[in-house]
């Protein structure tokens, strides 16, 4: 079953009129939930993104965190699997096109689940290709918007060359990935750039430098060159879905050593273990 407008109902029977400002121009924010034994992970973290997000395109969330929660608990318990991730999609509704915001226009709400499933052991133990790209994104993007054109056209660049993931670069330093965070790791220090305007603040990469900090794993946030990008000896790719994984090859060169590190094992373990807590909790 997936949540539209008030309604449960089958994804087959859900309708959406092509006047819609999310079809027309992309007008909306949305986020992805990872779900574990069917219970949400840093839910209260995602909804307060949501917010940003909302505030970024200046659309009044149509839901309270309760409402958000209740509406959240009802999909994952209308759909089979433990492990699901939960899509959540916010429009700024129906209007005759014009690109100024239309007046006394209800927002369009949309959750749907799919799906979790953990990455495949033989990508962990080999780690995961990467190439780079130019981040020819806008300045916000911070705001998980759903006009993820060029994030498509990214990410396919990186599909097109036999790779998982394109690492973005904007005036010699790296961004983030077309659909991922990214960490680097040298002598023993996990190296992010920090949450600015030019990239997602990833649920995952908070979750990240958390564990880190608790085990006394020597971080530094800060702006991270195109040169310490291609002499890391380990690079790291977050995200909700796909949570820590090693990238091993960077536009078909190996990663340091070639193969997932001490930092990769140390951190995955960490995550492991931190998600089973909060399935109990
Ligand atoms: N950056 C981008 C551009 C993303 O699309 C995502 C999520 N797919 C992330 C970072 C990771 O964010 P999170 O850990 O919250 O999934």
New binding site residues.
């Given amino acids: 079953m997936i949540y539209l407008n008030g309604d449960f109902l089958p994804i087959e029977e859900a309708r959406v009129p092509v006047l819609d400002r999310g079809f027309i121009f992309g007008d909306g924010v949305y986020e992805?939930i990872?779900v574990y034994s069917h219970k949400p992970f840093r839910l209260a973290e995602?909804l307060l993104?949501l917010q940003h997000s909302l505030d970024g395109i200046r659309l009044q969330n149509p839901h309270s965190d309760e409402e958000w929660g209740s509406l959240v608990e009802q999909i994952i318990a209308s759909n089979d699997g433990d492990d699901q991730y939960l899509y959540l999609h916010v429009t700024r509704g129906v209007a005759r096109r014009d690109h100024a915001f239309p007046k006394g226009v209800i927002p369009t709400v949309f959750i749907m689940s799919n799906p979790l499933l953990a990455p495949p052991r033989e990508l962990l133990a080999t780690g995961v290709a990467a190439i780079t790209a130019d981040d020819n994104r806008w300045l916000r993007?911070d705001i998980?918007a759903i006009s993820?054109l060029p994030?498509v056209l990214l990410r396919q660049m990186a599909i097109d060359a036999g790779a998982m993931e394109t690492i973005l670069l904007r005036d010699g330093f790296m961004t983030?990935?077309?659909?991922?965070?990214i960490f680097l790791a040298k002598d023993g220090v996990l190296l992010a750039p920090p949450k600015n305007h030019l990239?997602?603040?990833?649920?995952?990469?908070?979750?990240v430098l958390e564990l880190a900090a608790a085990e006394k794993i020597p971080c530094e946030v800060r702006e991270v060159s195109e040169y310490e990008l291609r002499t890391a000896q380990e690079l790291l790719l977050?995200?909700?879905?796909?949570e820590i994984m090693p990238v091993t090859r960077l536009d078909g060169k190996p990663v340091g050593e070639g193969k997932p590190g001490a930092m990769f094992a140390r951190l995955y373990r960490l995550y492991q273990s931190y998600k089973q807590t909060t399935m109990r909790g």
């Fill in positions: 992805v990872p995602h993104r993007c998980k993820l994030n983030e990935g077309a659909a991922s965070n990239m997602l603040p990833g649920i995952t990469y908070d979750v977050t995200s909700s879905t796909r």
